[in-house]
């Protein structure tokens, strides 16, 4: 039995990508994160497709990286590396698919949740949503690209420093949102967006998102590259071992 599944009614023209984890806060293990490029890549490839919406089961979005999967690894800092970068390939392969992808945040996305939110071409929320860069807890550079691109740099540092929450309905108004609505409202947001998508010329959209991409990709790039040099010095770090061990055993960290 898979971790993520997919549905597509025959009369809808946009398939929906479900992290199915919900008792483990739809956490991504390696193989979720796997699946999750796998079906999204296979349904990108269905013509009668013409967007692909991502969300998390029941009331979270996704708490990111399973930390159980850290502490596996945590006398194997290569591997720990290897794990850290399935999550940048997962979200390089989002933005290489051709049909826009929509992040469907029901609620809260943490670590390598909030980075899969932001990975998505369009972020619609309910109110229940929030985003934290919660890797800084485990002693790790948070992923900042996209969050400094989408909502500044003064937010973003304290949230990044901080691993703070930001609630989606207090940054209703700005670029990391473009629908914050009641939880009861979400689906319909969804797919009222997903029917405009429908409508258009799949190849312009398909050429509007590439170039979009590319707007913005160089500086994602360089960015992403400097910060995985300084995560290898973090999982190196004694700081990392500590604070997996302190979360997993429910204590705050003793840092040296």
């Given amino acids: 039995m898979t971790d993520v599944t997919v549905s597509h009614e025959p009369a809808d023209r946009y398939a929906t990508v479900t992290i199915d984890r919900p008792d483990a806060g739809n956490a ?36 990111g990286a399973d930390v159980d999967e850290f502490a596996a690894r945590a006398d194997d800092p290569d591997a720990v590396l290897a794990y850290l970068e399935s999550f940048s390939e997962l979200y390089t392969d989002i933005e290489a698919v051709p049909v826009p992808v929509i992040g469907r945040v029901n609620g809260p ?40 691109l989408e909502l500044g740099e003064g937010i973003a540092r304290e949230l990044c420093f901080t691993g703070g929450v930001l609630e989606a309905d207090a940054v209703a108004e700005t670029d990391l949102f473009s629908r914050v609505v009641a939880p009861d409202r979400l689906d319909e947001a969804v797919r009222a967006v997903a029917d405009r998508i429908a409508a258009r010329s799949p190849n312009a959209v398909a050429q509007t998102k590439r170039a979009m991409v590319r707007h913005r990709a160089d500086g994602i790039a360089r960015a992403a590259a400097h910060r995985r040099a300084l995560d290898e010095r973090c999982v190196r770090h004694p700081d990392f071992a500590e604070s997996v061990a302190a979360f997993r055993e429910g204590r705050d960290p003793a840092y040296e």
């Fill in 28 to 63: 991504m293990s390696p193989t979720v994160i796997g699946d999750l490029r796998d079906r999204i890549d296979a349904v990108a490839a269905d013509e009668s497709v013409r967007s692909i919406v991502v969300t998390g089961a029941g009331r979270t979005f996704s708490a």
């Fill in 109 to 148: 996305a943490y670590g390598g949740g909030y980075e899969l939110a932001m990975a998505c071409d369009i972020r619609i929320a309910s109110t229940d949503a929030e985003l934290c860069p919660a890797e800084i807890r485990m002693g790790i550079v948070p992923p900042f690209e996209r969050l400094v």
